[in-house]
Antibody
Framework: QVQLVQSGAEVRQPGASVKVSCKTS????????IHWVRQAPGQGLEWMGW?????????????NYAQKFQGRVTMTGDTSISTAYMELNRLTSDDTAVYYC?????????????WGQGTLVTVTS | QSALTQPASVSGSPGQSITISCTGT?????????VSWYQHPPGKAPKLMVY???KRPSGVSNRFSGSRSGNTASLTISGLQAEDEGVYYC??????????FGGGTKLTVL
């Protein structure tokens, strides 16, 4: 079955960067977009962006990010190991959150299923 | 960017039906194939319950149904069960290949 398994919890200092991985299995990695969503403590879900592992998409860069994260987030994929990555730079305490990856099985709209188990990123001095 | 408004909480007794609304500032919410709904149980990953406005993924009970009217999408859960408790989020296209989640609605089964 389709599975997304994320890397473990991370602790970072303010100003640092974090890179979260999302290893996929059970389907063709290049056939579906991967979205990244986060949830800060006590808050709702927040969409961060997506990557098309097959390339292509806005400006053919194969990625698209929420305006809030533009310039600070980078989403990449390694097709050789069917793994997506989300790197967030210049961390602040506001970035403390559980980060999820999710497969988008639709082509003309967004249908996120399944989701990874989540990765807790804690930003603290 | 489009904002999606959901009620903070809803509740119902076992066997009853409840409806969660999702109102958007753009017309995308009113487009049937651009809205999805997720259930987020505490401590677990979110789960897709309805997509393209009214379709259910394999394995999701037919007690869950989606609809729309104007700029509002709705999720109806019939025959409420204790296992339905959790936070429900709508998600809609927001333009320029971006997506946005609603603020979430906490469902309590009394």
């Amino acid at each position: 079955q389709v599975q997304l398994v994320q890397s473990g919890a991370e602790v970072r200092q303010p100003g640092a960067s974090v890179k979260v991985s999302c290893k996929t299995s059970g389907y063709s990695f290049t056939a579906s977009y991967i979205h990244w969503v986060r949830q800060a403590p006590g808050q709702g879900l927040e969409w961060m962006g997506w990557i098309n592992p097959n390339g292509g998409g806005p400006s053919s860069g194969g990625t698209n990010y929420a305006q809030k994260f533009q310039g600070r987030v980078t989403m990449t994929g390694d097709t050789s190991i069917s793994t997506a990555y989300m790197e967030l730079n210049r961390l602040t305490s506001d970035d403390t959150a559980v980060y999820y990856c999710a497969r988008d099985f639709c082509t003309t709209t967004s249908c996120l299923s399944p989701w990874g188990q989540g990765t807790l990123v804690t930003v603290t001095s | 960017q489009s904002a999606l408004t959901q009620p903070a909480s809803v509740s119902g007794s076992p066997g009853q039906s409840i409806t969660i609304s999702c109102t958007g500032t753009s017309s995308y919410v009113g487009s049937s194939n651009l809205v999805s709904w997720y259930q987020h149980p505490p401590g677990k990953a979110p789960k897709l319950m309805v997509y393209e406005g009214s379709k259910r993924p394999s394995g999701v009970s037919n007690r869950f149904s989606g609809s729309r009217s104007g700029n509002t999408a709705s999720l109806t859960i019939s025959g409420l069960q204790a296992e339905d408790e959790g936070v429900y989020y709508c998600c809609s296209y927001a333009g320029y290949s971006t997506w946005v989640f609603g603020g979430g609605t906490k469902l309590t089964v009394l």
